[in-house]
């Protein structure tokens, strides 16, 4: 285990990150065989599949890393303190909260099951499929809780080998269960609920066995599961603050998406084009700022104050590797890149727009992002979750409102979605500079 608040911090960050990256890479193969084999039942199936994963199981990712973000705030800022009988009290207390908090959610999804899907579209058979879908993927939320609190204990303490050990058996279990479910038992999208269930539960098995056997500084024993109102309650205003951030930025995109439903179909494809692309450069944004979060925590538990900001520099510094290469493709080749995925005339003249205008802002979106995950990190979750607002909500919405009735007509959202992401950075680096960030105890 790497001694976090010592050494070159760029060099802890690749080493922390690289794991996350490969893990997200192995996970989305998984989920696209996933998704290749629920095309191959029918329409309606795949119709289903896409109204639970945009409703119910968006909330629930949104859930799931606020736990995670909490929980690595904690235990790398205890982990840089070496007190190790109290981070262990720590995930015990985690790991009750998160079953709590996760069966709650599922029975608040399984009682207004109906009218959500109704809401969100499904009808008849569509209804029908997503109803049965639902209800058998609700079973793995528990399981789902508990290895999330795993997970990020080992992450925040610094530790990104184990977890990707253990994400490449999940993907291993979770194509061969599809493929076996789905195809050869045919049991269609149940099939793909039912290995949901059968992978969260293995993997939380997996993970319990590591946990209580013992790694590194972490075993957990009986004792730590006493109810201990200091660390619970702490864990539940940092977890709490963090999934009300996923859920600004889920209720923002859903906003946008419907501002811009009524532009045409051509415009809809060339921004969810845009946007999947710009999601892969996130699977790489994502760990790099996680890994500089725990890197953070890590240096506050052992008081460099000094070197925790200099962390959010060489964060930075590592992402803009990957950002100033993706924003020269994004301006100079835009066309090659949209078509990849789509030859329709309109749709790639859009998404030519859209990527130039995305291009200044990638570069200076991955500092802001360095610096949301310090705070994350440091545990100024609260505050993260008001910056957030501010860009999302008032800045993000009314620009995507007033651009469109200027000359800029529809392209106007697509300034609003790159300008609100330059302000993002702004006001992250900001506050960065004034350094309150790093006051929260715990």
């Known amino acids: 285990m790497r001694e976090l608040h010592t050494g070159n911090i760029k060099s802890h960050i690749i080493h922390l990150s690289w794991p996350m990256i490969a893990a997200n890479v192995l996970q989305n193969c998984a989920a696209g065989f996933e998704m290749y084999l ?19 199981y968006g909330l629930y990712l949104s859930l799931h890393g606020g736990l995670i973000n909490a929980a690595i705030a904690m235990t790398s800022r205890y982990a840089g303190r070496g007190n190790h009988a109290e981070l262990n009290r720590a ?8 079953v709590l908090i996760f069966g709650l959610f599922s029975l608040a999804f399984y009682i207004f099951m109906d009218p959500m899907l109704v809401f969100f579209g499904a009808k008849g058979e569509v209804f029908a499929m997503a109803k049965e879908y639902t209800s058998i993927l609700l079973l793995g939320f528990l399981p789902f809780a508990v ?13 990104s080998i184990t977890p990707l050990k253990v994400v490449g058996i999940m993907c291993v279990f979770w194509a061969a269960l599809n493929y076996l479910f789905i195809i050869k038992l045919n049991l ?3 099939g793909a609920a039912l290995t949901g269930v059968c992978v969260n539960t293995l993997m939380a098995l997996i993970y ?3 946990f209580v056997k013992g790694r590194h500084f972490f075993k957990l024993k009986a004792e730590y ?15 709490s603050k963090a999934v009300l951030q996923g859920f600004v930025f889920d209720a923002s995109s859903m906003l946008m998406l419907k501002l811009i439903s009524g532009y ?4 809809i494809a060339a921004y969810g084009i845009v946007l999947r692309v710009g999601y892969f450069v996130m699977m790489i944004g994502w760990p790099i700022g996680n890994s500089g979060g725990v890197v953070v925590g890590h240096n506050l538990g052992a008081g460099h104050k000094d070197r925790a900001m200099q962390v959010v520099k060489d964060a930075a510094a590592v992402f803009s590797a990957f950002t100033i290469p993706v924003s020269i493709v994004y301006f100079f080749f835009p066309g090659f890149v949209l078509g990849l995925f789509t030859d329709d005339p309109a749709t790639v003249n859009y998404g030519m727009y859209f990527m130039r205008t995305m291009a200044f802002a990638l570069p200076l979106m991955g500092a802001g992002l360095m610096a949301q995950s310090a705070f994350n990190g440091a545990g100024a979750i609260g505050f993260s ?3 957030s607002s501010i860009v999302y909500w008032p800045v993000r919405i009314v620009m995507a409102l007033v651009f469109p009735m200027t000359a800029m007509k529809e392209y106007g959202i697509f300034w609003a979605m790159s300008l609100s992401l330059i302000f993002f950075a702004f006001i992250y680096w900001f506050y960065y500079g004034r350094r309150n960030w790093m006051n929260r105890e715990f």
């Open 147 to 159: 290895f999330s609190i795993f997970l990020a204990a080992l992450r925040g303490a610094g530790d």
């Open 38 to 56: 629920i095309g191959k039942i029918n329409l309606e199936a795949l119709a289903a599949f896409a109204i639970v994963t945009s409703s119910f």
């Open 188 to 190: 269609g999208l149940k």
């Open 225 to 239: 599961f006493r109810p201990d109102k200091m660390l619970f309650n702490t864990y539940a205003v940092l977890s």
């Open 91 to 98: 995930v015990a207390q985690m790991l009750v909260f998160a």
């Open 264 to 267: 045409g179909n051509a415009f």
């Open 208 to 210: 319990g066995y590591v």
């Open 385 to 387: 979750l008001i910056l």
